[in-house]
């Protein structure tokens, strides 16, 4: 008989990574491939060299070997590689408590919300709107208790606060309503970076006990092709110079902003990563950082992004085999970020096929939940099911044992031919190790003709609802939260006041 619809969903689980114990990565890029990117990568870097808006950055850059030519920097093979060798092959990106650390060590893949949509789907009335800091607390919080995602980062940009300490409003928000691990993806100055390092200082216990458990990291994007902002600069500047986890992300646009080949998009991309992080460790040798992309394709009929696809899914592919496997070094690639504009057919069959790609080809770190029409929307129905998505790779990920009590040769024996199974004490002692759905719907047509015909999206909904309802995260102490409050409004006071 069907089950019946869940009425709660218990408390708070503990953070479930893909884990890569059983099955290597499948390795969609061979190494002669690799070999060619690497190689036709050094020669952009060498002889087009990228686009450096800081000086000071550029400064860095020159004394330790590159050629400077006004805001130009051309990158010497010796430097990239020699960088290369200094970044840690795993890092450890800190919750709270260490129960909640990620630890980026190539054999476990963690997913983490989508960024920065500008619009949400109104959970009470549908309609499309504009996001505002309450969205972004909601989701925080739904994204706190959900136990596939491993870290956080705004998925919602906080429309409603001040443009220029908007950053600070959505880095204090994020530390009140998680005990995860949060990335900051919208600092876009040193001024902000340094704001966000004085939260997150206060939240850890200091400075140096930020440093020994990094509770926030940074990634900065460049602007394809081949530049590197002055803002940009100057918050990698800040991050690297505490030692703090700092990564670089590109998202160059095939027939746009990159080359139309997946080839030609991987070599752009991975010289963009390389520029970023041969200046981090110019920086800080040894901060510890990781490689991002997020590269798409151009809809060659609206001039739009695709956001998926099956170039996107190998794109997905070149980019963990170069940072994993070639470089050996922690990466991040963009996941889900469905065309879609509500959830259904299409943006189940867009978010799996890029979380399994990049889950079975080993990626460290996978954001992407929770946003639709190329990751500008957010819905939380959407958030939940990729949520139960993440859990069908993992548990495909997870592989089974093949040892005596699992090849179940006594159970078999004992059964014998034209028996069945269903009472034997094998089944009844590992029958609940089978993948249950929570939204996903398994149950007869009359079961579900008497519900209502309630589908995944709606059991979504009532799940989103659920953990609005019931979970409250940790609360920060009273004397830390105050410190945020004062930490933001100093800030904000250097900018006017505002």
């Known amino acids: 008989m069907a089950r019946e619809r869940k009425k709660g ?39 087009a060299g990228m686009r ?50 990620l630890l980026l060590d190539g054999r476990h893949t963690y997913m983490n919300l989508d960024g920065n949509g500008m619009e949400i789907l109104d959970f009470e009335t549908g309609v499309r709107r504009p996001t505002t800091l309450a969205d972004l607390e909601t989701a925080t919080r739904l994204a706190d208790y959900l136990e596939q995602i491993g870290y956080v980062w705004p998925i919602a940009t906080a429309r409603d606060c001040p443009v220029p300490v908007q950053p600070l409003y ?5 530390l009140r309503n998680t005990t995860k691990h949060v990335m900051t993806m919208t600092v876009a100055d040193g001024f902000c970076a340094r704001g ?21 990291s940074l990634f900065e994007s460049v602007t394809s092709p081949l530049a590197l902002e002055r803002g940009a600069c100057e ?5 690297a110079r505490e030692g703090l986890p700092t990564g670089i992300m590109t998202m160059p646009l095939s027939g746009a902003t990159a080359p139309v080949t997946v080839a030609g998009n991987l070599v752009l991309a991975n010289a963009e990563v390389l520029a970023g992080l041969t200046l981090v460790q110019c920086v800080t040798p040894g901060c510890p950082s990781w490689y991002a992309s997020c590269s798409t394709v151009m809809d060659l009929k609206s001039g739009g992004v695709t956001s998926n696809g099956p170039e996107d899914y190998l794109i997905q592919a070149g980019t963990i085999a170069m940072a994993r496997i070639h470089y050996n070094i922690p990466v991040m690639t963009g996941v889900m970020g469905t065309e879609a504009r509500a959830p259904g057919w299409q943006s189940a069959v867009e978010d ?68 069945d199974f269903m009472t034997d004490p094998h089944t009844l002692e590992h029958m609940r190790e089978l993948w249950q759905p929570e939204v996903l719907r398994r149950c007869s047509f009359d079961v579900w003709e008497s519900s209502g015909r309630a589908d995944a999206l709606e059991r979504a909904r009532e799940k989103a609802a659920w953990i609005m309802e019931h979970h409250a995260p940790e609360p920060l102490p009273v004397s830390v939260d105050a410190e945020l409050d004062r930490i933001l409004e100093t800030y904000a006071a250097e900018k006017g006041g505002i």
């Open 9 to 47: 969903y218990g408390p708070k689980k503990p953070i479930a990574p893909i884990p890569r114990y059983w099955n290597p990565p499948i390795v969609l890029v061979q190494e002669e491939q690799r070999r060619a990117i690497h190689g036709a990568s050094l020669t952009v870097l060498e002889h």
């Open 52 to 101: 450096i808006a800081s000086e000071e950055a550029r400064e860095i850059l020159a004394r330790a070997g590159a050629r400077v030519e006004e805001d130009r920097v051309f990158f010497p093979w010796t430097l990239v590689e020699g960088a290369l060798r200094k970044i840690p092959s795993v890092i450890r990106l800190c919750g709270r408590t260490p129960e909640e650390d």
């Open 170 to 174: 959505e880095t204090r928000c994020q």
């Open 196 to 216: 966000v390092i004085d939260m997150a200082a206060a939240v850890a216990g200091g400075r140096e006990a930020l440093r020994r458990r990094p509770l926030i």
């Open 235 to 239: 918050a990698l500047l800040a991050f």
């Open 352 to 419: 799996s096929l890029s979380v399994y790609t990049s889950a079975l080809c080993g990626a460290d770190l996978m954001p992407g939940a929770g946003l639709l029409k190329n990751a500008t929307v957010l819905s939380y129905e959407e958030l939940v099911l990729g949520c139960e998505i993440y859990e069908m790779v993992r548990r495909v990920k997870e592989g089974f044992p093949t040892d005596a009590e699992s090849l179940a040769v006594e159970a078999i024996l004992r059964v014998g031919p034209r028996g």
